[in-house]
């Protein structure tokens, strides 16, 4: 085992997705089991006392690679030599909040979160925003970030596309082990696009294989699309809270595979500053296909965009376009 510690800053630490991920951060899930890493944990102040219940909690679980956690609501202090940054912490929406207020709300997180990662984070610094409107918050971190490279801010739609996977694999009668390169386009919100025309089910065509099927375009536009952009909402619905285990475990797939690499033959899903790409207006944080090689991404190039799909994603970047006119507005945009 290496000895020098990876400091891992958790942002909303002791949420419910937080008493999910911290501990499979700690059992080696996302630097691997030979590399120590030291948790750093912000939460809000009144939040700190359950935070310590769950530091207990990491400290019963023994974990080897577990080299030390330190807590506190000061990110200045918590991003200190951070070498990954996951914003978890988000202010939920609640009753009569409107999309604007939901913005401003977390707009005041993410400026000051951002202002911090730039004065104290390591060099290395990677970051992963999960917290909602992810895409957006992910953009008014980078925007307060003047000195950590664009690259390195990014957003969570790894669980879109893990949904995505499953949702086909069921479809097709295969695990989803049997399937690559499927792509979540834009927001992390009901107007993503999940797109199977460049996916494959076991080297076949995905699109192909279900419009082969007497009601697969059906099935495509009806069921598939709105299933995997209304997943969210079937959780809340169904557990009367936000999925939380799935998201932590999309976190760790998200950040894992952008340090250590996507898998040859294959793509990931995550929300990148888009340089153009695909029509993407320069500069959104929008779902894109990505390969990952030791923690720098690339936007795949030279797939073929049909109509169907190219509404789909003008539609998605759009709202992405509006949400961020709504927080320039609101003078956040560093
Ligand atoms: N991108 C994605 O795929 C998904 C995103 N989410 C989002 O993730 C976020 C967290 O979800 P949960 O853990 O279920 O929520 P939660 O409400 O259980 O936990 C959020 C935590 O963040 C803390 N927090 C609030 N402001 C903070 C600040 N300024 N600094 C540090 N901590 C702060 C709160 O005290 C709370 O403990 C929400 O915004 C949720 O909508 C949830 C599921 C999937
Ligand atoms: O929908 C929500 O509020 C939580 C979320 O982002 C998801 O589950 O995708």
Request: avoid cysteine; hydrophobic fraction near 45%; proline fraction near 4%.
């Amino acid at each position: 085992m290496s000895t020098t510690p990876v400091k891992v800053a958790v942002t909303g630490a002791a949420g419910q997705i937080g008493y999910s991920l911290l501990f499979r951060i700690a059992s080696g899930a996302l630097l691997g089991p030979d590399t120590p890493v030291e948790l750093r944990l912000l939460e809000i102040t009144p939040a700190l006392k359950a935070l310590e219940g769950v530091v207990m909690e990491l400290d019963d679980s023994a974990f080897p690679t577990l080299a030390g956690v330190e807590i506190g609501d000061d990110p200045n202090v918590i991003f200190d030599g951070a070498s990954v940054a996951l914003l978890v912490g988000a202010r939920p929406r609640t009753k009569g909040m409107e999309r604007g207020d939901l913005l401003e709300a977390n707009g005041a997180i993410f400026t000051v979160q951002g202002k911090a990662l730039n004065e104290h984070a390591a060099d290395d610094i990677r970051i992963t925003v999960t917290g909602n409107p992810a895409n957006t918050n992910a953009l008014i971190a980078k925007s307060n970030a003047p000195d950590i490279p664009a690259e390195r801010f990014s957003a969570l739609t790894r669980l879109d596309h893990n949904r995505a996977l499953a949702q086909l694999a069921k479809r097709a009668g295969v695990h989803v082990t049997d399937l690559k390169k499927m792509t979540i386009w834009g927001n992390h919100s009901a107007t993503q696009y999940p797109d199977i025309f460049h996916a494959e089910v076991a080297g076949k065509n995905a699109a192909e294989l279900v419009a082969s099927d007497a009601e697969g375009t059906a099935w495509l536009e009806n069921e598939f699309i709105p299933t995997v952009q209304k997943r969210g909402a079937a959780i809340i619905e169904a557990r009367g809270a936000s999925s939380a285990a799935s998201a932590a475990a999309a976190t760790i797939d998200h950040t894992r595979d952008w340090l250590r690499g996507s898998a040859d033959g294959d793509w990931l899903s995550m929300a990148v500053v888009s340089d153009g790409s695909y029509g993407v207006p320069e500069g959104l944080i929008s779902s894109f296909p990505v390969t990952t090689k030791d923690g720098n991404w690339e936007i795949v190039q030279g797939l073929e965009i049909n109509e169907f799909s190219r509404a789909r994603i003008d539609a998605s970047t759009a709202e992405l376009g509006e949400e961020r006119d709504a927080v320039r507005a609101l003078n956040l945009l560093g």
